[in-house]
C-alpha cells in the first residue's frame, strides 16, 4: 500500500526567510503524480504545486518549489521569501497515473510565520 | 468559473440521526471524490464517483455510510444513524475526466463540518 510520511508535525520561519518542508512516500509504482497542498484557517484546500514523477526536472511555482528525489522516494516544498499568508497546514500527497484516482495523503505540518 | 460547491458548511447532528452532505462539482467535472478529515489529521479517502457509477469506494466504512452521484444533481454523501466518531470534516473534490497521462488534477469544495452531538 503506498503511504506518505511528513516527519515534521511544525515549523515555523520568519517572514521573507526560506522554509523547507520535508515529504517521503512508499510506493513500488513507477509512474504517479505527488502534489504539496494548503489548508490555511478557512480549511480551503488549495493546489500549491504539483510533479509527474516521470519528469526529472522539479516543479516551480513563483516562490514555491520543490527538489523530487525519485530513488530516496522524497519530495521537499521549498518555499522563498515567506509571507504572512503562507501561513497554513500544508499537505504531501500520492495519486498514481493509472488505476485508483485516489489520493493518498501525509498528515501535515504546520507552518508558522513569524513577522 | 465557480469552484467545487459543498452545503452545508456546518451540520449539526444527533447520535442516531442522518446526516446528508451535498457536493456540486466544477462545471465540466465529470469526476467526484470524497475525503474525511478527522481532527488533527490528514484527508482520508472515502469514495470515487462518476455520474450514476461508484468506481472506487474502498475507503467508505462498511455501514451506514453511502453515496451517490445521479445523472442529475449533486453527489451526496449520506450518513445514516451517526454516532460522535462521525464527526469531522468532509470534502468533496472534483476533476474533469480520466485520461492514461493526464494530470487532471483534483479540486477541493470547502468541505462540511459535521458535529455529532
Known amino acids: 500500500a503506498q503511504t506518505v510520511t511528513q516527519s515534521q508535525p511544525e515549523m515555523s520561519v520568519q517572514e521573507a526567510e526560506t522554509v523547507t518542508l520535508s515529504c517521503t512516500y512508499d510506493?513500488?509504482?513507477?509512474?504517479?503524480?505527488l502534489f504539496w497542498y494548503k489548508q490555511p484557517p478557512s480549511r480551503q484546500m488549495i493546489l500549491v504545486i504539483r510533479?509527474?514523477?516521470?519528469?526529472?526536472q522539479n516543479a516551480t511555482e513563483n516562490r514555491f518549489s520543490v527538489n523530487f528525489q525519485k530513488a530516496a522516494k522524497s519530495f521537499s516544498l521549498k518555499i522563498s521569501d515567506s509571507q504572512l499568508g503562507d501561513a497554513a497546514m500544508y499537505f504531501c500527497a500520492y495519486r498514481v497515473i493509472q488505476g485508483a484516482q485516489k489520493l493518498v495523503f501525509g498528515q501535515g505540518t504546520r507552518l508558522t510565520i513569524n513577522p | 468559473n465557480a469552484g467545487v460547491m459543498q452545503n452545508p458548511r456546518h451540520l449539526v447532528r444527533r447520535r442516531g440521526q442522518e446526516a446528508r452532505l451535498r457536493c456540486s462539482p466544477m462545471?465540466?467535472?465529470?469526476?467526484v471524490y470524497w475525503y474525511r478529515q478527522l481532527p488533527e489529521e490528514g484527508l482520508k479517502f472515502m469514495v470515487y464517483l462518476q455520474k450514476e457509477n461508484i468506481i472506487d469506494e474502498s475507503g467508505m466504512p462498511k455501514e451506514r455510510f453511502s453515496a451517490e452521484f445521479p445523472k442529475e444533481g449533486p453527489s451526496i454523501l449520506r450518513i445514516q444513524q451517526v454516532v460522535r466518531g462521525d464527526s469531522a470534516a468532509y470534502f468533496c473534490?472534483?476533476?474533469?475526466?480520466?485520461?492514461?497521462?493526464?494530470?487532471?488534477?483534483?479540486?477541493f469544495g470547502p468541505g462540511t463540518r459535521l458535529t455529532v452531538l
Open positions: 510533479q509527474e514523477a516521470y519528469k526529472q
Open positions: 510506493t513500488s509504482e513507477s509512474d504517479y503524480y
Open positions: 462545471k465540466g467535472h465529470s469526476h
Open positions: 473534490a472534483s476533476s474533469p475526466y480520466m485520461t492514461g497521462t493526464s494530470t487532471d488534477t483534483q479540486y
